[in-house]
């Protein structure tokens, strides 16, 4: 009876050093494992012992005979990887431990930020005797996109605040919640009081649309509506309108999916998860019965990842359609497009999801708020438009930034002074600040694993800065540290 991997899997890797027989891919060494849009137990080898199930954070392993109907997919997902046979180890190779050179006193590093890039940097150097962690939050609540990003529904996912927690709880790590860095604390501040400094802070804008009408009333980003509907402190007086027929969704990413699942799902079935009681209040009293999710390129180009849409077309109550039309001349065998290729199907009642290809959006429509929008080849009408094109990382004060990707430039996380081009003492990156917004939650454990690499190749050559002393206890920076538990 083989184990099987299923769509809450974060792609951390856990699961693949606690497998005795390494039929779990592709493993984190593999070039493949940083695209992955999951890991795969392979039925033919798999010895059903269980120990993945134990090592996966978020409970997406189940033994095949404990899926539900919705999982079934997941079957034949994780089969199909193993078709083409790939060499493998006996065992997963194990990353090296971190060789540090001694110094007279214990490593202190601050990390700006608390998502999963930043627990994942702690836990790394905490694997470092005696080094200690300062973790700089602006926030009331730790863990930036899993508390603020994960949608409520993906009960299972937000289960990765769980590990955060273990990491958090290490005795070495201070969490230093309510503190923003350039406002409270400079960067040159932290580096008297640290030995290195690195910034997890993510992508907190979203990227703009650039036509016309984008600024009418009626249109808001999926950044926005994400961080309302999971009561980002910054979002929690924002109002969509959601009282007409038909919302649009710009982009198809898997935030796009998620936006509009929100926006058709039976709203009692999120009244027992984390959602915002405000959002809740809205979706019960929203007229919105249609979403359309627009893709401006061909459905072989979809960016979400077929875990969700896997997850998206079994969605109690909501009715998931393509028109035929849409999907005409996809051939090739993708396991994406043949899935979209079973939601092509008549008028059935419910809400519903319609997910459209190949239009590229022209203008939208209205006067004093949205109507519609004017595609090349058609116009749809809509009262509301979320645009879901992807986030954007915003300049760090004190730091270069690189405007047209909007990252902090480095090379292996270590930053980049922009006119010399050399590194900046003691400066790094890690997470979508470093590498821009795409991944996993999993994808930044190695991302934050190579950072702290650089950096202690750095402490080990001399090449961190002159440490002056010790955090203030009581100062600008520890304004708050005690640290709520999310669970
Ligand atoms: P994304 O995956 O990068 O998708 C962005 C979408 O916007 C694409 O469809 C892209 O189309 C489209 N787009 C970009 N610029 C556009 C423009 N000017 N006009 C029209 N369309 C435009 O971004 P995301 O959905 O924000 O996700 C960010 C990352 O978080 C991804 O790695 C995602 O997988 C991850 N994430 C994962 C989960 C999960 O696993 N459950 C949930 C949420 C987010 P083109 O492809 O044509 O450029």
Same mark, same amino acid.
């Given at each position: 009876?083989?184990?099987?991997?299923?769509?809450?899997?974060?792609?951390?890797?856990?699961?693949?050093?606690?497998?005795?027989?390494?039929?779990?891919?592709?493993?984190?060494?593999?070039?493949?494992?940083?695209?992955?849009?999951?890991?795969?137990?392979?039925?033919?080898?798999?010895?059903?012992?269980?120990?993945?199930?134990?090592?996966?954070?978020?409970?997406?392993?189940?033994?095949?005979?404990?899926?539900?109907?919705?999982?079934?997919?997941?079957?034949?997902?994780?089969?199909?990887?193993?078709?083409?046979?790939?060499?493998?180890?006996?065992?997963?190779?194990?990353?090296?431990?971190?060789?540090?050179?001694?110094?007279?006193?214990?490593?202190?590093?601050?990390?700006?930020?608390?998502?999963?890039?930043?627990?994942?940097?702690?836990?790394?150097?905490?694997?470092? +005797? *005696?080094? !200690?962690? @300062?973790?700089?939050? =602006?926030?009331? /609540?730790?863990? #930036?996109?899993?508390?603020?990003?994960?949608?409520?529904?993906?009960?299972?996912?937000?289960?990765?605040?769980?590990?955060?927690?273990?990491?958090?709880?290490?005795?070495?790590?201070?969490?230093?919640?309510?503190?923003?860095?350039?406002?409270?604390?400079?960067?040159?501040?932290?580096?008297?009081?640290?030995?290195?400094?690195?910034?997890?802070?993510?992508?907190?804008?979203?990227?703009?649309?650039?036509?016309?009408?984008?600024?009418?009333?009626?249109?808001?980003?999926?950044?926005?509506?994400?961080?309302?509907?999971?009561?980002?402190?910054?979002? +929690? *007086?924002? !109002?969509? @309108?959601?009282?007409? =027929?038909?919302? /649009?969704?710009? #982009?198809?990413?898997?935030?796009?999916?998620?936006?509009?699942?929100?926006?058709?799902?039976?709203?009692?079935?999120?009244?027992?998860?984390?959602?915002?009681?405000?959002?809740?209040?809205?979706?019960?009293?929203?007229?919105?019965?249609?979403?359309?999710?627009?893709?401006?390129?061909?459905?072989?180009?979809?960016?979400?990842?077929?875990?969700?849409?896997?997850?998206?077309?079994?969605?109690?109550?909501?009715?998931?359609?393509?028109?035929?039309?849409?999907?005409?001349?996809?051939?090739?065998?993708?396991?994406?497009?043949?899935?979209?290729?079973?939601?092509?199907?008549?008028?059935?009642?419910?809400? =519903?999801?319609?997910?459209?290809? #190949?239009?590229?959006?022209?203008?939208?429509?209205?006067?004093?708020?949205?109507?519609?929008?004017?595609?090349?080849?058609?116009?749809?009408?809509?009262?509301?438009?979320?645009?879901?094109?992807?986030?954007?990382?915003?300049?760090?004060?004190?730091?270069?930034?690189?405007?047209?990707?909007?990252?902090?430039?480095?090379?292996?996380?270590?930053?980049?002074?922009?006119?010399?081009?050399?590194?900046?003492?003691?400066?790094?990156?890690?997470?979508?600040?470093?590498?821009?917004?795409?991944?996993?939650?999993?994808?930044?454990?190695?991302?934050?694993?190579?950072?702290?690499?650089?950096?202690?190749?750095?402490?080990?050559?001399?090449?961190? #800065?002159?440490?002056?002393?010790?955090?203030?206890?009581?100062?600008?920076?520890?304004?708050?540290?005690?640290?709520?538990?999310?669970?």
């Amino acid at each position: 009876m083989p184990h099987v991997v299923t769509q809450s899997c974060v792609g951390d890797g856990s699961c693949v050093h606690a497998c005795p027989v390494n039929c779990i891919q592709p493993t984190p060494d593999d070039p493949a494992f940083e695209l992955a849009e999951m890991l795969h137990v392979d039925p033919a080898t798999c010895v059903d012992c269980g120990a993945c199930v134990s090592a996966c954070p978020v409970d997406a392993i189940k033994p095949h005979s404990r899926l539900d109907p919705g999982e079934r997919a997941f079957l034949a997902i994780n089969a199909g990887y193993h078709r083409v046979p790939r060499a493998r180890p006996l065992l997963a190779p194990v990353r090296p431990p971190l060789r540090v050179r001694r110094s007279a006193r214990p490593l202190r590093v601050a990390i700006v930020g608390s998502g999963p890039a930043a627990m994942y940097a702690a836990e790394e150097i905490l694997t470092i +005797a *005696d080094a !200690r962690v @300062d973790v700089y939050e =602006r926030l009331p /609540v730790p863990f #930036g996109l899993v508390h603020a990003g994960i949608a409520p529904d993906h009960r299972r996912t937000r289960r990765i605040a769980r590990r955060l927690d273990a990491i958090a709880a290490d005795p070495r790590l201070r969490m230093r919640l309510g503190v923003e860095i350039g406002t409270d604390v400079t960067h040159d501040q932290l580096l008297d009081t640290h030995d290195a400094v690195i910034y997890a802070v993510g992508a907190a804008a979203d990227r703009r649309l650039e036509v016309p009408g984008a600024a009418l009333p009626g249109v808001a980003s999926a950044t926005q509506l994400v961080a309302w509907y999971n009561g980002h402190p910054d979002h +929690a *007086d924002r !109002r969509f @309108d959601l009282a007409h =027929r038909r919302a /649009v969704v710009i #982009g198809n990413g898997n935030v796009a999916l998620d936006v509009a699942r929100i926006l058709t799902v039976d709203p009692e079935t999120l009244a027992d998860t984390d959602i915002a009681p405000a959002a809740l209040a809205a979706l019960r009293a929203s007229q919105v019965e249609e979403v359309v999710v627009v893709g401006r390129r061909g459905p072989q180009e979809s960016a979400f990842t077929l875990p969700e849409l896997v997850g998206l077309s079994a969605t109690p109550g909501v009715v998931v359609t393509v028109p035929a039309a849409d999907l005409a001349g996809t051939s090739a065998a993708d396991p994406k497009v043949d899935l979209l290729r079973t939601l092509v199907a008549g008028d059935r009642p419910g809400r =519903r999801i319609t997910l459209r290809y #190949g239009l590229s959006l022209e203008r939208v429509l209205g006067e004093e708020a949205v109507t519609g929008l004017r595609f090349d080849r058609e116009t749809i009408d809509a009262g509301l438009v979320i645009t879901s094109i992807g986030y954007r990382g915003m300049p760090v004060a004190g730091l270069p930034y690189d405007e047209a990707t909007g990252t902090i430039p480095n090379a292996d996380g270590r930053v980049l002074d922009l006119t010399t081009g050399a590194p900046l003492p003691g400066t790094y990156v890690v997470g979508w600040i470093k590498r821009g917004p795409t991944g996993f939650i999993g994808t930044n454990k190695s991302c934050s694993q190579d950072t702290v690499l650089a950096m202690v190749e750095d402490h080990n050559a001399g090449r961190l #800065g002159a440490r002056r002393d010790q955090p203030a206890s009581n100062g600008p920076s520890s304004r708050r540290e005690s640290m709520p538990s999310l669970r």
